[in-house]
Structures are given as C-alpha cells and as structure tokens.
T-cell receptor
Framework: GAVVSQHPSWVICKSGTSVKIECRSLDFQATTMFWYRQFPKQSLMLMATSNEGSKATYEQGVEKDKFLINHASLTLSTLTVTSAHPEDSSFYIC?????????????FGNGTRLTVT | AQTVTQSQPEMSVQEAETVTLSCTYDTSESDYYLFWYKQPPSRQMILVIRQEAYKQQNATENRFSVNFQKAAKSFSLKISDSQLGDAAMYFCAYRSAWQGAQKLVFGQGTRLTINP
C-alpha cells in the first residue's frame, strides 16, 4: 500500500533555533500534502495545505512566516519551524494522497514529536 | 464550513462485546466522504473504514461497520467482538467530494478502552 515517510520521528531543539521536518511519499506522487498539528489528547488541526510547485495555503491563525512549507517535488514536502519556542512543542503529522486519485483516502506519516527547550 | 462532532470523549467496553462510537457532522454539500481513523498509542493514523455519501449501503470492514444516516448527518462506528488491540483514539473525519477540496476535517476524537 501507499506509504508516507516522515522524518525525524522526534526532535529536541533549543528555543530560537529552526527545525525542519520532511514528509515523503515513497511509492506514489503527491501533488498535495497536508500538515497537521496535534496537541496531547486532542484532535488533529490542519495547519496548511502544501502544493507542489506553488505556495502553501495556510489555515486561519497559522503564521506562515513561522511555519515555512516547501513542496519542491511530487514526493517531498518540508515543514520548517522557524525561531522555535516552547509553545511550538507539539506532534506534527503530514499526510498525502496520490495525485489524480480524488476518491482515495489520505495516507499519514508516523508523525514528528517536537520538543523545544 | 463543515464541522464534525464526536460527543463521547471516552468509551469503554468489555473484550468480545460490541461498542458504538457516535459522530455527527454539519455540511451543506450533498456529495462527500466520511472516514473513521484509529490512532493507537504509537500515534500512527490508521484508516478503519470509509463511506461515500452517495452510497446508501453502510460500509463494512470485518468487525467494523458504520451506520450512515445522511438525512440526520450521523455516521456512527460499530466495533463487534472488541479486541484488546482495538484500544485507541478514534477520529471521525469528513472530506468534500469536490476535486478542489481535499482536506480532512476531524472530530474531537473518542478514546476507546477495552477491558479484559
């Protein structure tokens, strides 16, 4: 089945530094990928929609300058948390759907646990 | 905007028994998809079952089945013969069938505990 690989699975960084999270579709092409954030014991909140070759679409309330998204190829999207602060600590999950397969479900990465100290 | 509501933050069931998780949604669209995802402690999101709104027949996947009531905008998940491995967070999700709208809208989740 379709696999989405997310890396790293966990990361600890110091306040003020930036951290990059990668999301790869391993056996399919994904024109669109999605980035979610999940706080403990809460649901997934969509942060942004990543579009290959164009700017990402951010949900209301999400700072685009803080959460930089780059979707440079049909198999890779990256989320960079810039100038991270402790409140950015969270679980980040990416997902993707095969290009052109409108009715197929999303495939999720295993998530990245970010801790900012 | 579409919304998804799961009114049961927590549910528990005895092993081998049946449990039903509730989900309601709000939309003005007529064509859409509904999903149930399972998130075990590993936090991997696992698709349990999906339903196309244009299909009247309720979806079934082994021990998992749904009760889809389109007019009532209700989409409940029934787990039969509950197993210890079913313990997880369960999220109901909605997606428009419109080709340009691909994002999933999730409910708040229901934590399911299986009692041995």
């Amino acid at each position: 089945g379709a696999v989405v690989s997310q890396h790293p699975s966990w990361v600890i960084c110091k306040s003020g530094t930036s951290v990059k999270i990668e999301c790869r579709s391993l056996d399919f092409q994904a024109t669109t990928m999605f980035w979610y954030r999940q706080f403990p014991k809460q649901s997934l909140m969509l942060m942004a929609t990543s579009n290959e070759g164009s700017k990402a679409t951010y949900e209301q309330g999400v700072e685009k300058d803080k959460f930089l998204i780059n979707h440079a190829s049909l198999t890779l999207s990256t989320l960079t948390v810039t100038s991270a602060h402790p409140e950015d600590s969270s679980f980040y999950i990416c997902s993707a759907r095969e290009s052109g397969a409108v009715s197929s479900p999303l495939h999720f990465g295993n998530g990245t646990r970010l801790t900012v100290t | 905007a579409q919304t998804v509501t799961q009114s049961q933050p927590e549910m528990s069931v005895q092993e081998a028994e049946t449990v039903t998780l509730s989900c309601t949604y709000d939309t003005s669209e007529s064509d859409y998809y509904l999903f149930w995802y399972k998130q075990p402690p590993s936090r991997q999101m696992i698709l349990v079952i999906r339903q196309e709104a244009y299909k009247q027949q309720n979806a079934t996947e082994n021990r998992f089945s749904v009760n889809f009531q389109k007019a009532a905008k209700s989409f409940s998940l029934k787990i039969s013969d509950s197993q210890l491995g079913d313990a997880a967070m369960y999220f109901c999700a909605y997606r428009s069938a419109w080709q340009g709208a691909q994002k999933l809208v999730f409910g708040q989740g229901t934590r399911l505990t299986i009692n041995p």
